[in-house]
């Protein structure tokens, strides 16, 4: 079962994120410190750029301020500094990023729970739909590797389950999008066959048309039921559910992506965010004017306190923007490519290769 | 399955928020200083008004500070000012707005997922329901598109259920109400047929009567069943079932409405907000006796950092108070209009257009 | 399906409190403010008591400091004050309130949607139970409103539901219990016949009888089975699940009042907002000596600023100590005896006024 | 029902805390106030000797520090303690106080909602076992009260399952196993009978035997459907499921036992509140040297404010530490030999006192 | 049902972390106190390394302060501490780690309960599969103990649903990688016979083939349905569903391997703690010289205060980082070893030993 064509570079998955569970699984210090230093989707990597804008801006500023101000100008500058100083506190970035990290991150559990795993489908599927197969058993065992026998209504109700994941998934992932741009992009990726995307194509609906490979797949089931291949009303409800568990994983999936948090949420934090830093600008330079009011204790020249801060405060933002929406290409973004291939691949595999491969019933190990 | 009437302009779907979803996917620092400043659906949007407001409430009193007030006023305002400032703590904001805000999402995110998606139904019922359309295929093969063909048992329970659903929209969303402000435009929409409404006033309950279209709905069950369109006892408890789940989201959704916050809450937040900038038209003035005890560092004549803080509660507050109740027609409230049409849509296409349009078997290009 | 006798006026559902849903639905900026001054069920209501026994013991307070107390007593006082006022902060009634209204908040949200809908039960057994009703028909065709109809296993299967419910609602909610003090009220409500309650009374157990009810519903499932009323074994099945989710979701209601939060949270809580507010009599007076250490800015004579927080931090409190026991008859409590009502009507309406009366099968508008 | 033999006074009910549900019900001033005094399963309870602990200590120092010490060690001593409480932040109970209790009580309320209701299975065995007890029921006439009756499977079933919910709350209840310290007592309260004891200790396993009274009340659903005592496959299925959901809430509790939270977060909370008012007693002393730096405004001996303090932190931590194993005796743990008690009496009221004695079928008042 | 080979040393159940929920059940003083003082598994064990490394630094710092630098150094030093000390709330700990800790906690009990317990399934196996072992049965008399009785489709069951449990485990879990560090290993340890391995390693798939075993599983009941030992439809369905909810389980958990909460919180978190403590070595030393800004209140040598804060806020982060992967072999991780030996274990002697041992259905003592 594997992808009939050569999967180009670009849509080759990309490069993981340190996976850390399995140094962290033992919790040792110097581990700790270790995953500290990783830079492959680490905090580092998401606040450089950001950081490195606003120590230009901050250097700007503290050129300026030493030495192209004039004494008065200087007293103003310091006055500036202390007066937004002290009114730093109006923006609780720690309350509403805790919150509002909360709230991401609780979202996203819920939304990777849903993304639709189909062993449940296949582990029924392979189990129950019977009797045809023992003829494809026999067409196997003569024409090996025909690829009729993938034609059995086993392998294409995953392909049809698969294809639906593939619709939703191109409508909000990225990197979907991009391996598929177009329907006949899936159709040449084997997933759908061109007289499938015809009929496909013939259903005019205003919306999105999810729904059409579902409803082939519990066709599907009729015509297997009416070949006598499913063993009992029973066997073919099963199917159907796993089928109906599945498709409603995807609405929760597609519905997350139609109503997101309101925009003014990040807004608000994001823009809290920028103008607590960029007002930081002004206010965390070493104040040095012998009688200013603020004085600095020392001049350091290097704000490396705010920095720290930045860091933090940046980051902690980071991780709730990326958690915003994990269907791009970001280092921990979810790998929608790699699930439906997944998908595919198992499912072909559990009803094909390992169909009735039940290994040999012989006594175990275990005294009785 | 189109709406076999014009739809006026004023039904038409509201102008969507922006939707940032495909923008934040992959994050990228430009893609969120673009995010910030968009405008539909923003903080900014939210909030503008009252900030106009407040800022000419705080500019009158500034002139009156600055140019009215005698020597002693001035003194007495000045420590007015002190008195007040140093006790703005009382009201601690950032607790009580991180919390609300925090119960209110989770509300939402509970009541979005319980809309209700026709799709389980239309999958069963496309699948399950068989025997008579053969007879109703035929007729369609003769008589295209003749409207006849959707009075089948099939279509009727999606009209019945998309018309529970109407029903209690109706009572729950301003949009809605405002499309079918009767009874009459429902059945005029055609959702409902004049002998149907007949029959629904016929009814007579103290109560809301959304019950009564499901009751229609499994009625029909048993006709199709009787009638041998159904096949077996399971494939009828299937579909009974499923309309039971969309029966139950409904009621969730219904008692989300029945039953709100206390009022008491979002009144104590707003009350909370309101007085807060309310006392900081006085306290956040610039002070600027030479004598004064709590003079400020430097007088700017615009409260900037008081902007900044206004618009950041404020703009919380907003978040919070749009989620409170989603049924409304802010930029970022739920589409209910659509959600019916597309169920309608959707159910229709789907047992009628699509109805055994199975595409041949043929072998895909896995090898097996 | 009315009442057979006058509910009289004391058992008549209360004034509602103002439902603010279909005002707030499209946020605007008045109708928020009209909100705030709202006064049924709001937070003004909720505290005002308090706020006038508080204002009243602070103007003693202040009447004795400053008219009866000797300079030494004076100077005593205000050093106590300080003494306090520098301490309040070990009190964070913030933090406190936050966790705790939060928890009861999601402790109130699970418990509302367990009070139990008959409408699942009620749509099942209209549309499952069959045969006899033919019979019934004929019965209630030439008998018009003679009351044997409702004697059908349908109408007692509800009212053996709602008898349950209204069981357990009497043993937790003060307005139920108010209504039905004894099961002799219940009976003479009609919702038990006078030779069930004897059948009830038979039954000796220490525990509630809660599970009577259901035990007779159950068996009259078996009765109508074996009459032949009911079309197989699934639509029973489908029934009893429906019975048993009822009764599960009863049990969770009763669960919530036998094992409450414990006793020590809410006085936790209530001992902390009393005994601050207890201190800033003492510690929020104006301290005017001359020479006093911490001589207020200015003398206002009301002490409006903790006024304010007086209204905010009792408010808050209040909306958790509503919401920790929401079955009393405060303004938002829920209404438990509508809920009765309604669930008798709409089950007795819905399998007898409205069974069977499916509106003919028309074509509809929509062109397929 | 009844227990067979009396239950001496030693495992008698614990007297039970303070229910506040139903004078909280409707929200009264002068009731809460009332609520606070309460002592029974109170916070005064719980801290009462904790804080007579902390006055004694603190009492000592402060006699040490006002008699003893020479004016260079009160110098040091005062510097001590200013040094100490301008550092006492470093410790924020708040948080930590705030955050755990929030997950413990979410665990709380998890867990006791899966103590197990035996009401389910009652009810299904009830209506689905049938055959066998028309013969039963014969047997009840002629031989009435014999305990034979109550072994028909039905009581059986029930006695199973219940004797699971005995083992597993042994292994976790405190009082539980104080009652049945031994399998031996088990049996003498008539759960379990002498030959099932036997059985029960032929089996020998490594692990846990809660399994194996569910495998007998399984087999014995068999041993009922071979005798045609229960009709159909479906209600075998039903009372099974209703089983294993059963059993499945007890592995719930004893996972719940089996992995507590980690060791290290209590014990940091417990390290922080009892660390921090151990300083308490050095540095909220009432430093009264003339010079001192930190002079205490007043001298009030009585250091009530951090009395006050204590109580709010100490009944926090109370309400966190009561709930985290609410299996022990405290005033507010769960009475798991009440809910054996409970589980037993009423699955064996309605199997057998209120079997098939459904009322008859008459008219009621409701007009149709 | 005792495992055929000796377990070496290495593999056995690693020393238990103190179990306090027994003693902390009944909430005592002393017992807490007592509780606080435990090592094994404790917050002094976490943080002990850390403590040392962190006063060794301080000491370090503390003599070069006191020793080597000069008077103009000692002063730079003092004001750059003032500097730093000032700023360290830029860092708020609190706020992360409150926010961090509860998510994470959430999640951990989420994944606990998704380990697996197989009872449910043995359950169903012993109850439904039946026919075929009344022949096995009769060879069991025969020969004793000869292990073939196991190769009933009874136990093979179990054992493939083990076995997938194992194959998952092994991926995730640092102690069942280092147990079964190949699958020759599971093989040696009888979960596995050789032929399965075999069968096992010819299907070739590029993904985990975590669902084979569970394929096989499902084979063996149509198996065993088709040589009639189980007895009809919905027993066969009853189990499929029970090992699809297992498979299920133990694909969450392996969810949760493959995307664990993005790299970059756990980073943020661990270097704010981390940074604070260190900049801690500079600013919390004991500024001595005379006419110090910053110079404190007394010169205590050890900074026994920020101790207790590294003590508290390091225990924090280490309850955190523990649970975040709870599949190492620290104290309180998950004991995936014994789960895999308790499935085994209690699936064998539930279908084997226990098997058809329903004890004599006899009278019991309790009056009917």
Known sequence: ADWPFEIPDIFKRK??????????????????IRMIFKWRGSLWEAVYKELIVWICAYTLVSLIYRFALTGTQKDLFERFGEYCDARMGYLPLNFVLGFFCNIIIRRWLKLYTSLGNIDNIALFVSAYVRGKDDRARQIRRNIIRYSFNSSSPKTLIFRYCVLSQCLVFRDIHVGVRRRFPTLEAIAQAGIMLPHELEKFNDIKSRYQKYW?????????LNVA?????IDGDNARNAIAQEICKFRSALTTVSMYDWVPIPLMYPQLVNMAVHTYFFLCVFTRQFFISADAHNKTEVDLYIPFMTIIEFIFYM?????AMELLNPFGEDADDFDCNLLIDRNLAIGLTSVDDAYDQLPEVKPDVFVG
């Open 15 to 32: 490069e993981l994120s340190y996976n850390y569970n399995y140094d962290l699984a033992t919790s040792k210090s110097l581990m700790i």
């Open 212 to 220: 059409v490979s579902f409803n082939w797949a519990l066709e599907l």
């Open 225 to 229: 039921k009416s070949e006598k291949s």
């Open 315 to 319: 980051g902690w933002l980071k991780v």
